[in-house]
């Protein structure tokens, strides 16, 4: 009776397609997975078809890059409606970005008299949700680089020649996009952020809960995690942030939230998902 809640695949960084993610999802004996990948909900149909077919619950979710005061963070959307047209707009726009910034990184890498084809990195990503993972593989795949971690350390890591700023909308902004799809704001990985300070005011924003079990979060990271969530009113959820084998290994399996943690989250979403139903039956109702 476990969930694995932070899962990536080919639609974005990952290296699995939905199917095989799942798979690995059913060896393991899962319950529940929920797709995360960034800043599109593309792999969500395919993803929801194959668990339904090995017996595990599906939720639907993506990851989106925020800000506050100038720090960077990352929000879990989770029991979205996929179709919700705002969300889909903003996703949109949000896969043009990526793709600008793409464009940006190998223009410098360029500069640097390396021959890195733009359009391999496409290639090399298939999807509309590009990043700089995919800039890395393709360095490798062209014989630029020896490895990913010389790709980052030479290129594209914060302070190197191609590195160039995400684009972030506010968090506000971000708690906002994911109620208004019906779904739950949940802080990813906060022991990667650096920014405690901000979660009793991101929690007056709205919201929702606090990945406190992640791959990079050692146990006493998690339970300060925890105690954090229980202190601001915030549910705890989990998951390993699976990017297939772009790690070099497969990290689904690493952690395991025990389901009564979903079942709080299914709780506490019916309240987005009743005021998402709210706002559509007046919209009907005054056209």
């Known amino acids: 009776m476990f969930a694995d809640l932070h899962l990536h695949t080919n639609f974005s960084d990952g290296t699995y397609?939905?199917?095989e993610l799942t798979g690995h999802g059913k060896r393991l004996g899962f319950r529940a997975l929920a797709l995360s990948d960034h800043d599109t909900m593309e792999g969500c149909a395919r993803m929801a078809a194959a668990c339904q077919a090995a017996n595990i619950e599906f939720i639907p979710a993506t990851e989106l890059t925020a800000e506050l005061?100038?720090?960077e963070l990352h929000l879990l959307a989770y029991f979205i409606d996929t179709s919700d047209a705002k969300l889909l707009v903003e996703l949109g726009r949000f896969q043009e970005v990526r793709q600008s910034r793409i464009r940006e990184m190998v223009a410098a890498i360029q500069k640097l008299n390396v021959p890195l084809r733009e359009e391999l990195v496409f290639e090399v990503a298939n999807c509309r949700a590009p990043g700089r993972p995919h800039v890395a593989r393709a360095l490798v795949q062209a014989g630029l680089c020896s490895s990913l971690d010389e790709a980052f350390d030479r290129f594209l890591k914060k302070g190197k020649p191609a590195w160039v700023p995400k684009f972030k909308i506010s968090a506000t902004q971000?708690?906002?996009l994911v109620h208004g799809a019906g779904g739950l704001a949940v802080m990813a990985h906060?022991?990667?952020n650096n920014c405690d300070a901000l979660i009793p005011a991101l929690a007056e924003c709205g919201l929702d809960g606090l990945e406190c079990y992640h791959t990079k979060h050692p146990?006493?990271?998690a339970e300060h995690y925890?105690?954090?969530?229980?202190?601001?009113?915030l549910l705890v959820t989990g998951g390993s942030d699976c990017h297939g084998m772009s790690k070099g290994r497969p990290l689904i399996g690493g952690i395991k939230l025990p389901y009564a943690r979903v079942e709080a989250m299914k709780k506490a979403v019916k309240k987005w998902q009743d005021r998402r139903a709210e706002v559509i039956?007046?919209?009907t109702v005054q056209d």
């Open 226 to 233: 925890v105690k954090m969530a229980e202190q601001n009113d």
């Open 69 to 71: 005061d100038g720090r």
């Open 281 to 283: 039956r007046e919209s």
């Open 174 to 176: 971000a708690i906002e």
């Open 219 to 221: 146990w006493a990271v």
């Open 17 to 19: 397609t939905p199917e």
């Open 190 to 192: 906060p022991g990667l």
